[in-house]
Structure formats: C-alpha cells, structure tokens
C-alpha cells in the first residue's frame, strides 16, 4: 500500500505545480474591486464592512503575490509569453492597480501613510516596466491578430492602472509635506497622459464595435473596464482639484482640471446604460451561460470605483444634489462583490477537490481560452 500512497502524494504535488505554472496576473483584479468596495463603503458611512474587506483584501493581496512569485520561479518562460501576448497582456496591469487601490485603501481607512507610500515606490517601476514592455512588445512583434481579434476592454487596464498611480500620488502628497510638489506634479502627467491613453485604445475598441461582427462570447466582462477607466480617471482629476491649494501649478490650470474631470465622469456615466443593454442582450436575448469567471472582477471594479470617483467629485464640486448615486452604487457594488466572491469561493473548493483527487485542476483554462 505504501508504494499507491507514494505515488498518490507525488501526482498532487505535480498537480499543484501545474496550477502554479498557470496563476494567471488577472486575479490581481480582484484586489482592485475588493479594495475601492472597501473604500465605497467607508465613504457610505459602512465603516465596518470597509474595514473587513480592507483586511481580506491585504491578505488576498499577499497570497496572490506569493503565487505569482511562485510562478515566476518555476515557469518564467510561461509568464514572459503571456507578457507579450494580445489578448493575456494587459492582464498583468491589474498587479499595478491592484497594489495602487490597496494602498489608497490602507491610507483612507487605516491611515497607514508610510506602507501606502512604500507601495506608491513599488507600483511606480512596476508600472513603468509593464507599459513599455508590453507596448514595445506589441509594437515590434512580426505576427500580429487582426483587430477585431486582438482588442478587446481589457487593454483599458492600461489606462486603470496610469490613473491608479496618478490617484494614490495625489493622497500620498497630502501626507508626505517634503514630497509634496514632485507628487503632485507627477499625478498631474500620468492623469493627463492616462487620458490621452483612453482615447487612443477607446478609440478602437468603439470602432471594433460598431464595424465588425460581434459574438455574444466576444462581450467578455472586461468590457466594463470602459466605465471603469474614465470613472478612475474622473477620481483622479477630483484629487487634484481637492489639491488646487497646494501647488501654484494646479492653480494656474484649475478651470481646464474642472472641466476635463467633468468630461470624464460624464463619458463614464454614458457608459451605464450602454454596458447595461449589452449585457441583457448577451445574457437575456443571446442566452449566453452566466457562470463565474476570474474575469468577472473587472466588472465589479467599475461599479465601486463609480461609486468612489462620484463621491469625491461631489465633495470637489460641492455637488450635493448628487449624493444620492455615490451611495446606491456603494450597494450595488457591494451586492456584484458578494456574488462574484461567492463564485471564487465555490471554484477554488472545486479545484481544491479536484486536487485532492489527483485530478488536473481546469480552473484557469477558460481564461487562457479567453
């Protein structure tokens, strides 16, 4: 009997190498949704739910960052293929994000100032590695899809994760008084040029829309990451604005920051409606299976950075009228985290079975698929 146990120990090990091998960087989207639903309920006055998801969040985020390590050391050739991949690429933007949104999480609920600036020193070279290696990437690969098949929302991620730098730099100002300026000044650029981002991939992402044959399977939950980016984006500009007193270089340009800001949040709030219809037509009219997916957290973020960047506007332009939306989408925010959280919980009990079972796990092969 002891030679079957052996080689039962064994198969596991190899099984759990394997899913290793194949953690795949988009879960880190995950922590981007569960830390601004933190945030969305510590504005809504929800203190303790911000406070629970902020600690779950920490934890998620250290796991998530040992699997990856993990990965890197045993299959790096694996990771650096998705690196310059199409459609797998910009998934590796949510590490970015999802580090920036902790961090902002950990400064606003917890007050933790100096962890949150460590993480602002850590996403910043992260950050600029990735948008030049993946953009260079793109750019001198000989063999390239067509556009209908290499766009898609989650190049947006790009765009998430500029602003996400641009928004924790703008809070870490206010707490480090000998970095004020420089801070400022750098969430001024990324804002500005994670704008400039937006319309370049937005562009084609409206244009693959509306010219080219779309598949119920083609409106992947990414999609989302439309709203999302301009949501960020808009948070991002009413960070600055709160800011306008702290630097004479914000003063001087505070009309044209009001105004773009404000072009960002309507161009999210558009966003809705359409994002909606597109939804029920997959899902209703289309009858496209509704299951969990890990790429379903990039449609949570959205909702609760909605929810955030509306707030923050509200308190820049002393928009009181408003309040009242900052605070439903806290809730419904809340409710899309529940159920996707509910979703990871049953997938991973499955794959764990799975494993104990010596069977190979499928758990990430529909997102390679994707």
């Known amino acids: 009997m002891q030679a079957p146990i052996q080689l039962e120990r064994g198969t596991r090990r190899e099984r759990f190498a394997q899913q290793l091998r194949t953690f795949p960087p988009v879960y880190f989207s995950m922590i981007m949704a569960t830390g601004v639903v933190s945030i969305a309920l510590h504005l809504a006055d ?8 902020m600690w779950l969040n ?3 985020y250290v796991i998530f960052s040992a699997l990856l390590i993990a990965r890197l050391a045993l299959a790096p050739r694996g990771l650096l293929e998705e690196l310059i991949n199409f459609k797998l690429a910009p998934a590796f933007f949510t590490i970015v994000a999802g580090t920036s949104v902790l961090a902002r999480e950990l400064l606003i609920i917890d007050a933790r100032s100096q962890l949150a600036t460590t993480m602002l020193w850590i996403s910043l070279p992260l950050w600029a590695g990735l948008i030049y290696s993946v953009f260079t990437a793109f750019t001198v690969k000989t063999e390239k899809p067509t556009l209908a098949q290499g766009i898609h929302g989650g190049w947006l991620l790009s765009v998430v994760a500029t602003q996400a730098i641009s928004v924790l730099s703008s809070l ?4 480090v008084p000998s970095l004020q300026q420089p801070l400022l000044f750098l969430a001024l650029g990324l804002w500005l040029f994670g704008g400039m981002l937006y319309i370049w991939i937005i562009s084609l992402i ?7 044959p779309f598949a119920p399977s083609d409106l992947m939950p990414p ?9 960020i984006s808009t948070l991002a500009g009413a960070s600055l604005i709160q800011s306008v007193s702290l630097a004479t270089f914000l003063q001087e340009i505070a009309p044209f920051l009001k105004g773009l800001t404000l072009l960002f949040w309507a161009t999210a709030t558009w966003w809705i ?23 379903y957290w990039g449609a949570v973020f959205p909702l609760g950075m ?4 509306t707030r923050q506007l509200c308190d820049a332009f002393h928009l009181s009228f408003l309040l009242w939306l900052p605070q439903t989408f806290a809730y419904i925010a809340l409710a899309a985290w529940f159920a996707a959280f509910v979703g990871f919980l049953l997938t991973t009990t ?6 104990l079972r010596t069977q190979a796990p499928a758990q990430w092969e529909g997102l390679r698929r994707s």
Do not use: C, E
Request: proline share 3%; aromatic share 20%; net charge positive.
């Open 206 to 212: 409206f244009y693959r829309y509306t010219f080219f």
């Open 172 to 175: 870490v100002a206010r707490s």
């Open 223 to 231: 999609y989302w990451i439309n709203m999302g980016a301009m949501a």
């Open 306 to 309: 909605y929810s955030v960047s």
């Open 46 to 53: 929800l203190r303790s739910g911000g406070a629970v998801l």
């Open 350 to 355: 499955h794959g764990l079975q799975n494993l």
């Open 58 to 60: 920490a934890a998620l």
């Open 273 to 295: 409606p359409m994002l909606l219809i597109l939804g029920f037509w997959r899902h209703v009219y289309k009858r496209f299976a509704l299951k969990y997916d890990p790429l």
